[in-house]
C-alpha cells in the first residue's frame, strides 16, 4: 500500500486548559489537520460535561446540523441545544462501520463525539478511512466498484410506529420524517424521491431513491461514502432484514460474497478509539466510518453534528 502506514490515523492534538477557546484561536490548522488525516482526538483539554462539550462545539464555529431534520434511523435524545446521545442502542449492539445518515439524501460533514463516562469494558469508537478502503477494494473487487459506481445503491428500512430503544434502527416514522400521520409521511417521502409500502403493526417499509456509494471529494480523493457495511451486518431487528437492506441501482440484492471484500478490507484498517472522559474526537464525515463496540458497565458518549 501507498503511504497509509507513515499516516498519522487518528491525529491527536494532546492540550490542556479550555477547548472552545483552543478551537476558536486554532480552526484554520485544525480544519488542515482534519482534512489530512480525516480524524481528530482532541486529549487532555478541560471538558468535564455536556455543556462544555456544547461550547467546544459553538468554539469550532461551524452551523450544526439538527437531528430533528435529519432522517437518521437512529433513536436519540438532546442533552443541549447542539450535543445528542450517540446512539441508545443496547450496550450488546455493535453499530457497524458507517458514513453517517449516507443512507439518506441529508447528512452532516463532519461529527464530534465527547465522552462523558468511559464504559468498563469495550465501547470504542471504530475508525476507518474510507478512501483506504476504496483504494484496496478497487485492486480486490474492481467489478463491484464499479457497478456501484456507475448505478448508485437502494437501501431499504422498516420503521416503527413509535420509537424502538431495543433496535439500533429504532426511531419511528413519525420522528424519522416529521410527520403527525401517514398521509404527512407519504408527503414527506415523495418529496425525498423514496418509494413506500404500509406493513402490520403500523410499519413502514421505505427505499431511497438511488444514492452515490462513492463520494470524489474536492481534492480528488475517492471514498466508500455509503452504509453498505453498516446495513448489510447491522440493519437486523423483529422488523428489518439486512439481506433486503440493500440492492444496487438496478434493485438486484447485493450478495453476502459481494460484501465480503469491503467488510474485511474495512476490518483490516479499523483503529479503535479507545475512550477517556474528557475526549473529544472530530471526524470528516465524507472520509471517514465510524461504528460503536459493544461494552458492559456505564458508558456515555455524546455527539454533534456539523451541517
Ligand atoms: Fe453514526
Known sequence: MTDMTDSEFPGIIAGGGDLAAFLGANKGAVDAALADAGALLFRGFDVPDPHAFDAAVEGFGEAGFTYEDSLSNAVRTNVTPRVFTANEAPPTT???????????????????????IAAEEGGATPLCRSDWVLDRLSEEAPQFVARIEEQGVRYTNVMPGDDDAGSGQGRSWRSTLSAADKSEAEARLQHLGYSWEWRENGTLQATTPVLDAVRVLPDGRRTFFNQLIAAFRGWADSRNDPNRAITFGDGTAITTEEMAPAIAIADQLTYDLAWQPGDMALVDNFLVMHGRRPFSGKRRVLASLVA
Open 94 to 116: 455493535e453499530i457497524f462501520l458507517h458514513h453517517e445518515m449516507a443512507q439518506t439524501p441529508l447528512y452532516p460533514s463532519k461529527l464530534f463525539f465527547y465522552c462523558e
